[in-house]
């Protein structure tokens, strides 16, 4: 599993309240990422983050933040959840020296 | 821009029998592509890439794909499934904007390998 937590694996909440699903790494990755899962699209990337406090957006940022102060931490907030938001989140790392990402268990997160 | 196409959302085949899920691609230079596999209720497991050289790429659990320039494709094969084959596979193409490892993925395609 490449040493990714994500915390928490299940989450119920209310349109307009904010959430924070957290992303936490053991093996000191510099690329780490947030992607969505929903049917009929795949996967799509929110942003992602190439060292402490470098972060950038990806294809499917509206609505979303994200906070890296420490490596090992990523973190993705969203300021006021829409029903939109509802989805399957994935984090992942890249590490330098090989080209492919490995993936984190998932948050499924339902926005009510 | 680049992308990868998926055009099967289900494939269905029998134990024992070959299979073969597809991917296409569209990418300006050359391309960095990928196959993961997901089972229910869990992340998104590598099965093999393709950077460069040999156009079949050997991966986990048996599973090959073959890499074809003129055609665009990258479609995963496995000389004879089983029932555990049954999963969501994603063909994924690496984002030519920076060395930054995204990946673009399609949409994925449900493999039902029937007993």
């Known amino acids: 599993d490449a040493g990714i937590t994500q915390s928490p694996r299940h989450k119920v909440t209310e349109t307009g309240t904010p959430v924070t699903l957290r992303c936490h790494q053991t093996?000191?990755?510099?690329?780490m990422y947030w992607y969505r899962q929903d049917p009929g699209h795949g996967l799509r990337l929110i942003h992602y983050?190439?060292?402490?406090?470098?972060?950038d957006k990806g294809e499917v940022s509206d609505g979303y933040s994200v906070s890296r102060s420490k490596t090992e931490d990523f973190l993705l907030t969203l300021e006021s959840a829409t029903s939109s938001q509802t989805s399957v989140y994935f984090c992942a790392i890249s590490v330098l020296d090989r080209t492919e990402a490995f993936f984190g268990q998932g948050t499924r997160l339902t926005v009510v | 821009a680049q992308s990868v196409a998926q055009p099967e959302d289900q494939v269905n085949v029998a134990e024992g029998n070959p299979l073969t899920v597809k991917c296409t691609y569209s990418v300006s230079g050359n391309p960095y592509l990928f196959w993961y596999v997901q089972y229910p209720n869990r992340g998104l497991q590598f099965l093999l890439k393709y950077i460069t050289g040999d156009n079949l790429v050997k991966g986990s659990y048996g599973f090959e794909a073959e890499f074809n320039k003129s055609q665009t494709s990258f479609h995963l094969k496995k000389p004879s499934a089983l029932v555990s084959d049954s999963a969501l596979y994603f063909c994924a193409v690496r984002d030519e904007g920076g060395a930054t490892n995204k990946l673009i993925f399609g949409t994925g395609t449900l493999l039902a390998v029937q007993p």
């Open positions: 093996e000191n990755h510099r690329y």
């Open positions: 983050s190439y060292g402490v406090k470098d972060t």
